[in-house]
């Protein structure tokens, strides 16, 4: 029905007030799978290093009646180490700003230095992930575990292992390969081998997309399928389309789908197999707040600063399956 002429509407209206809630909502997800799951430790220098050593392979070991000891030399370890990595986040607030009324009070100091907070612990997770080799100097760099794992690889065509360099001290970035799908025999392949090298691969980190593909393996001929019973009543019943835990011919791992892994295609081509007693994190400055930023003007300045490093105690337990597609099918 038309509207009756001189009918005041709320579009002509000078004055009515806003309504702006007061909650932000934040969907940012805080979880960091690598980090959280491995030990913390201290480190007292910006280059902490350590020792690896290993039994020698097992062979015929038989000796004649009366025969005279001959001694073999000893292997000495290897000597390995990571430079320490300074992360900061920042934030100047005027003084003003901080002192209004501001619905949800997200421009304000409190839930600046929080959320700085976070974003630090994320930011450690991306250097853990990433693909960067170490490096030393004033803006040193720690090794990213990518840089670090040799062994227990399985690589797209083309593709090359890191490591670490004895020589120089630094870790080595690994050569991309050609990607490839995600697949049931990549996974066992990788876990063959760390069973035959000794590791204990107890978690694999993958991006979200390489977790849906390792859903579609309990379509393979070779894994039971999921079996449930349909329930009776009229109670509700759900379609079961996950899976968390492989237990596959050398062990059980679970697979952990990580959203720092879906940044950016570099970290998403990698998946990573861990033994959590072979990883650390070691810090040398906690993540905290600097208090001792001079108020140089009408604002308040903020600094969140931490700096650690990534201790690979033996590479031998660790485990990667690189250039896989990690976003797509296709990329």
């Not at 979880?31 to 280059?47: F, M």
């Not at 929080?114 to 040193?140: M, Q, Y």
């Not at 065509?157 to 020589?167: K, L, M, Q, R, V």
Request: with cysteine; aromatic share 8%; net charge negative.
């Amino acid at each position: 029905m038309a509207v009756v002429t001189n009918t005041f509407q709320s579009t002509q209206a000078v004055g009515n007030r806003e309504e702006l809630s007061d909650v932000v909502s934040r969907i940012t997800p805080e979880d960091t799978p690598i980090y959280s799951l491995i030990e913390k430790g201290r480190c007292v220098t910006v280059h902490p290093e350590w020792e690896t050593d290993e039994l020698v392979a097992p062979g015929a070991n038989i000796r004649e009646e009366g025969e005279e000891y001959a001694f073999g030399a000893i292997a000495p370890p290897k000597r390995l180490g990571n430079y320490t990595q300074i992360m900061r986040k920042d934030w100047i607030i005027s003084a003003t700003q901080e002192v209004v009324s501001e619905a949800g009070n997200v421009q304000k100091r409190k839930y600046q230095k929080l959320k700085k907070g976070v974003e630090i612990r994320k930011d450690v997770e991306f250097a853990i992930a990433d693909t960067n080799a170490s490096a030393g100097g004033a803006t040193r760099e720690f090794g990213s575990l990518n840089t670090w794992i040799e062994t227990n690889v399985s690589r797209g065509a083309t593709g090359a292992n890191g490591g670490f360099n004895p020589g120089t001290g630094l870790t080595v970035a690994p050569v991309t390969g050609t990607q490839r799908a995600f697949t049931k025999a990549i996974l066992d392949d990788v876990m063959q081998q760390g069973y035959q090298n000794g590791a204990n691969f107890r978690h694999v980190s993958v991006s979200p997309y390489v977790k849906s593909v390792f859903v579609t393996f309990m379509s393979d001929a070779n894994v039971a399928p999921f079996r449930y019973a349909v329930s009776q009543g009229g109670e509700r019943n759900t379609i079961v389309a996950t899976a968390d835990y492989y237990e596959g011919p050398f062990g059980t791992v679970m697979i952990h789908p990580n959203r720092v892994q879906a940044v950016s295609t570099g970290l998403a081509r990698n998946a990573f197999f861990i033994d959590t007693d072979m990883l650390s994190f070691l810090w040398l400055r906690n993540i905290q707040e600097d208090r001792d930023v001079a108020k140089t003007g009408d604002a308040d300045k903020g600094v969140i600063i931490g700096e650690g490093t990534l201790k690979v105690h033996n590479e031998k337990g660790l485990g990667i399956a690189a250039d896989l597609f990690g976003l797509s099918a296709a990329s």
